[in-house]
């Protein structure tokens, strides 16, 4: 008998997705999809309001990272009120950059820590009971107290810089609306333990040597795991550095090759398509050079890292250095390498921290710039995920009345189904029996991907798994949850 | 003249010939919650938060003179209820988004929810359908958030004194319009002025937005009446 599985929610990602698995009566797959099922529509309401409330108003899109669509938006604002992306104040352009890379700092610390380290820790088969955050507070609790106290410290950045720890008011059109006073700045360099920046600089470096040991006792699953050729696509700093606030666009193939050659993004149209297909809510972006069929590509992380030629932060340049020379200076391909690059760019983030924070510009007074208004912008800014597009044109009376974004994991769409298609494929095609753990493998290839499927909501906890029985007809013959 | 003796809630007050129970009460350092109420503008009495009891009688504060010997019922249970029905009113009969509101923080009708800790709606939302006006060179006109308070109607008015801000419609399509003419030829001022003006986000002023920082706006460290009432 034909069945099909389905996976709903998928867990321990941001949002809520499903997978569904078809299979035939020798248990063969058939086919799998990875589906969002949630609807947003902030592209639609956000039509009709005042310009200068897109920040504010579209980072409600997300829980998890809101600080990327509140300056995402408040980059192409910044061009819309004629500052441009280069016309910021200092004071205004390293407080924005203090602002994301807290963010980055908190939400790859939460996703390693609190999502993904049950499975490396336990085992991806492990018995769900233990495998899960509360698992890991039990078994390591230091592990789980660094976890924790890492996410405050750059929950409490976003505090200082954004004026709320979640869906602030920092960025404005033009600059930003305060500055950092020393008290605040000392808080984070002066800090008692662990509360300060060297320990969080310490601890993110035991997090990439963590990851290192367990990738040393674990290389075939982490090498081979749902690793397939792709393109990788990023923003990097005009000389190649690695910048997550901002830069031009570059894309890399499989082999390294530049496909997209640092093009300033306002122009993403002309590289960028997006393909609508029936079955998911999101979209499937590609390079319009390559088609729809070959032109999917990969952000995030280990795109990041596949196309940057340097990082501009000492500790995380010694990981970079290692972790291209295991490729021998070619692109990574591994979807589970994108653990080990995300958390170089932990590192990354707590190094960019101190700097900035050791900057004295950050208690300068010049805040907002002016310029000529012009008609529509575009800010891009790399995400915790990968590369988020906001586009917005306004009318002639200061409204909205043209959103497009390109949210980062809209961009892994194709990576992800990639990723579900691989395990579905080697672990589970064929076999007698689907056991849970086979299952859990699915959502392990999705969680390398770090998705934010609603940029809202979170589920944690036990997994409420669904497997519906269909026969040759599509009627339901059995359906078991739990 | 001499001063009028009145008790608030038993509490001996005093008060100058002519002032209101509001503006007496303040100066006993008595909040009585107002939100249509703005010192320097004639009283309109609209929204009737302030509503308190003389007599037996529910009257607004803000239009009602002191008398001597006036017995007036401010902070009782029944009171403090029916303001925060009518809070929680003028809530589901807006559309309020505090959440991207720039005015949230400096908003007196959200700071009166937090003081009556409006927690959840016991009236059904309307979600009327209203319009806003971005049309005018200075200002926004953000009906949907809109209490028809009519403190820009008494407000703001050109340097020759004629209104900027009018009403039309009757009941529950009250809404706020403006001279278009006479709009266009606010100054920043004005525009600064009438958004300070507006208890709630529905006057905006044009190409600015959220430019106080969270910790600094009005009501972040002192919840609304705090100023008034003494410990």
Redesign the interface.
């Known amino acids: 008998m034909a069945r099909k599985i389905t996976i709903e929610p998928v867990t321990r990602v941001e949002g809520h997705g499903k997978v569904t698995i078809q299979l035939d009566p020798q248990n063969n797959v058939l086919d799998s999809r990875f589906h969002i099922v949630e609807f947003r529509g902030f592209e639609r309401f956000v039509q009709g309001r005042p310009y200068w409330e897109a920040p504010v108003l579209v980072q409600r899109l997300c829980g998890i990272c809101p600080v990327s669509h509140h300056l995402a938006a408040a980059k192409a604002m910044d061009v819309i009120v004629g500052v441009g992306p280069d016309g910021l104040t200092p004071t205004a352009e390293k407080m924005r950059r203090l602002m994301h890379y807290g963010q980055m700092f908190q939400s790859h610390a939460l996703h390693f820590f609190h999502l993904v380290s049950p499975d490396l820790l336990f085992g991806v088969d492990a018995d769900p009971a233990i495998r899960n955050v509360i698992g890991v507070a039990m078994k390591f609790p230091d592990l789980a107290v660094q976890g924790v106290m890492m996410r405050k410290f750059g929950q409490e950045i976003i505090r200082v810089t954004a004026g709320k720890k979640i869906h602030g008011t920092g960025a404005i059109p033009g600059g930003i609306n305060k500055n950092l006073s020393v008290q605040e700045r000392d808080e984070f360099l002066k800090g008692a333990d662990p509360m300060n920046i060297k320990k969080m600089i310490e601890w993110a470096q035991a997090a990439v040597n963590l990851f290192k040991d367990y990738h040393k006792k674990n290389k075939d699953f982490i090498d081979s795991f749902a690793a397939f050729p792709s393109n990788h696509l990023s923003l990097v700093r005009k000389d190649g550095a690695l910048d997550l606030y901002h830069g031009v666009l570059r894309a890399v193939d499989a082999d390294g090759k530049k496909i997209l050659n640092d093009v300033d993004y306002q122009d993403y149209l002309k590289y960028v398509g997006e393909e609508v297909r029936s079955w998911s809510y999101m979209k499937f972006p590609y390079l319009k050079s390559l088609g729809k069929k070959d032109g999917w590509y990969r952000v995030g992380p280990l795109a990041r890292l596949n196309t940057a030629d340097f990082i501009p932060t000492p500790l995380a340049q010694k990981e970079f250095e290692e972790f291209k020379a295991y490729t021998n200076g070619k692109p990574n391909n591994m979807s589970m390498h994108m653990h080990w690059a995300r958390l170089i760019e932990l590192l990354h983030s707590a190094e960019m921290i101190e700097q900035l924070l050791n900057d004295p510009d950050l208690q300068g007074d010049k805040l907002v710039a002016k310029g000529t208004k012009v008609k529509e912008g575009v800010g891009l800014i790399e995400a915790p995920r990968g590369t988020l597009f906001h586009h917005y044109r306004i009318n002639d009376n200061d409204q909205i009345e043209m959103a497009n974004l390109i949210v980062s994991t809209t961009n892994n769409n194709e990576p992800m189904n990639r990723a579900v298609n691989w395990v579905a494929v080697n672990q589970i095609s064929g076999k007698k029996e689907i056991t849970e753990g086979m299952l859990n493998a699915v959502e392990v290839a999705i969680r390398a991907y770090d998705p934010c499927l609603s940029c809202a909501t979170h589920a944690i906890g036990k997994m409420p798994l669904e497997v519906t029985l269909v026969d040759a007809e599509g009627n339901v013959v059995d359906q078991k949850r739990k | 003249m001499s001063t009028i003796n009145f008790t608030i809630d038993g509490k001996a007050c005093k008060a100058k010939p002519g002032q209101t129970i509001v503006e007496a009460a303040k100066d006993n350092g008595i909040y009585i919650p107002t939100l249509c109420h703005f010192e320097g503008l004639k009283p309109a009495g609209t929204c009737r938060i302030c509503t308190v009891k003389v007599g037996g009688r529910n009257m607004a504060a803000c239009t009602t003179p002191v008398t001597e010997g006036m017995v007036v019922e401010n902070k009782t249970a029944d009171l403090e209820d029916y303001r925060k029905a009518i809070i929680e009113m003028l809530f589901v009969e807006g559309n309020h988004m505090c959440?991207?509101c720039?005015k949230s923080g400096n908003c007196e009708l959200q700071a009166l929810g937090y003081r009556y800790m409006m927690m959840a709606p016991r009236f059904p939302f309307l979600f009327p359908r209203r319009t806003?006006d971005?049309?005018l060179p200075k200002i926004?006109i953000e009906r949907n958030r809109c209490v028809q308070c009519l403190r820009c109607v008494r407000g703001i008015t050109t340097a020759d004194g004629k209104r900027i801000f009018g009403v039309v419609n009757r009941g529950g399509h009250v809404e706020i319009t403006v001279d278009k003419d006479l709009a266009a030829s606010m100054t920043d001022e004005m525009a600064q002025k009438a958004m300070d003006l507006c208890p709630v986000g529905a006057i905006?002023k044009?190409?600015?937005?959220?430019?106080?920082?969270?910790?600094?706006r009005k009501f972040d460290s002192k919840p609304i009446g705090s100023e008034i009432e003494k410990a």
Do not use: C, D, Q
């Not at chain 2, 044009?206 to 600094?216: D, L, R, T």
């Open positions: 959440p991207t720039e806003l971005a049309s926004v905006l044009k190409e600015v937005g959220f430019a106080i920082p969270i910790g600094k």
